[in-house]
């Protein structure tokens, strides 16, 4: 009987040594896991900045130029008109200096549309899954170009987010990522944490999407708004957004974020 009740205990003994490492290995493993969601306090401070940057501004309109450039190609400038109304409904129009119309553009936040007045060419898509890649050469969607142009920063929906300073320039870059660490946005701040002086927007593949960087600011109505934006890619295209009149809190009809084919 009590060599029975040894081997019993024996047997426990050899299962708990083989079993608990394990179970440490295991915990270990789990710990390493990350979590949902990562938000430093100087982050989470920078977000609600930008959170409330023009919260109130809905309508805006302006006109201006637009300079294409290319690292090859020669630079090519065109007027250019807009109007929009957050979230995601914009319309542009683009003239040669000629006063000659080149492309009509516009979104109403479920279509895209696209008049192409060279060869007559009309397009139509769903906004979700269009960029203006095809107008631009950059791949940015309606919803982007309309925070940008508001004065506010669009933000990408992120699990991580982490504040680090530039070096020696005394700039700050608020860095937002996935749950598994992948970069998604880098918003760089001037060293007040006050200003935001460029953006970049990256892919699933890690790859820089598109850039933008505000080259000048202005007042109106009391909104800090663009005066001069530059936008651009991994391959070196870009184009430049130079604004000379901007209407804040204008009327909008909701005719005008749609495109129909000419008859």
């Given at each position: 009987?009590?060599?029975r009740r040894?081997?019993?205990?024996f047997?426990m003994?050899?299962?708990?040594?083989l079993?608990?490492p394990?179970?440490?290995?295991l915990?270990d493993?789990?710990?390493?896991?990350?979590?949902?969601?990562e938000?430093?306090?100087?982050a989470?401070?920078l977000?609600?900045?930008?959170?409330?940057q023009?919260?109130t501004?809905k309508?805006?309109k302006?006109?201006?130029?637009?300079?294409?450039?290319?690292?090859?190609?020669?630079?090519?400038?065109s007027s250019?008109v807009?109007?929009?109304a957050?979230p995601g409904?914009?319309?542009?129009?683009m003239?040669?200096?000629?006063?000659?119309?080149?492309?009509?553009f516009?979104?109403?936040?479920?279509?895209f549309?696209?008049?192409?007045h060279a060869d007559?060419?009309f397009?139509?898509?769903?906004?979700?899954n269009?960029?203006?890649k095809?107008?631009?050469s950059i791949?940015?969607?309606?919803?982007?170009i309309?925070?940008i142009?508001?004065?506010s920063?669009?933000?990408?929906?992120?699990?991580k987010a982490?504040?680090?300073?530039?070096?020696?320039?005394?700039k700050?870059v608020?860095?937002l990522?996935?749950r598994?660490?992948?970069?998604?946005q880098?918003?760089?701040f001037?060293?007040?944490k006050?200003?935001?002086f460029?953006v970049?927007m990256f892919g699933t593949s890690?790859a820089?999407?598109?850039?933008?960087?505000?080259?000048?600011?202005?007042?109106i109505?009391g909104?800090?708004?663009?005066a001069?934006?530059?936008?651009s890619?991994a391959?070196?295209r870009?184009f430049?957004?130079?604004?000379?009149r901007?209407?804040?809190?204008?009327?909008?009809?909701?005719?005008?974020?749609v495109?129909?084919?000419?008859?």
């Amino acid at each position: 009987m009590q060599v029975r009740r040894n081997r019993q205990i024996f047997i426990m003994l050899l299962i708990a040594a083989l079993f608990l490492p394990a179970c440490s290995s295991l915990v270990d493993r789990i710990s390493q896991k990350p979590k949902d969601f990562e938000i430093s306090a100087e982050a989470r401070e920078l977000l609600k900045l930008l959170e409330n940057q023009n919260r109130t501004l809905k309508t805006f309109k302006g006109t201006g130029r637009v300079t294409f450039r290319g690292s090859k190609k020669k630079n090519l400038t065109s007027s250019i008109v807009w109007i929009a109304a957050v979230p995601g409904k914009l319309r542009i129009a683009m003239r040669s200096f000629s006063g000659q119309p080149v492309v009509s553009f516009a979104s109403d936040g479920q279509w895209f549309y696209l008049f192409s007045h060279a060869d007559s060419k009309f397009y139509k898509q769903r906004a979700q899954n269009a960029t203006l890649k095809r107008f631009f050469s950059i791949p940015i969607n309606s919803g982007d170009i309309v925070s940008i142009l508001g004065g506010s920063i669009p933000l990408i929906q992120h699990n991580k987010a982490v504040v680090e300073q530039k070096g020696s320039e005394d700039k700050y870059v608020l860095i937002l990522k996935k749950r598994w660490g992948n970069v998604l946005q880098k918003i760089y701040f001037n060293k007040n944490k006050s200003q935001v002086f460029k953006v970049e927007m990256f892919g699933t593949s890690g790859a820089l999407a598109y850039r933008v960087e505000f080259c000048g600011m202005q007042t109106i109505k009391g909104y800090q708004v663009p005066a001069c934006l530059v936008f651009s890619n991994a391959e070196g295209r870009e184009f430049q957004l130079d604004i000379e009149r901007y209407w804040a809190d204008v009327e909008v009809s909701p005719s005008a974020f749609v495109l129909t084919p000419p008859q």
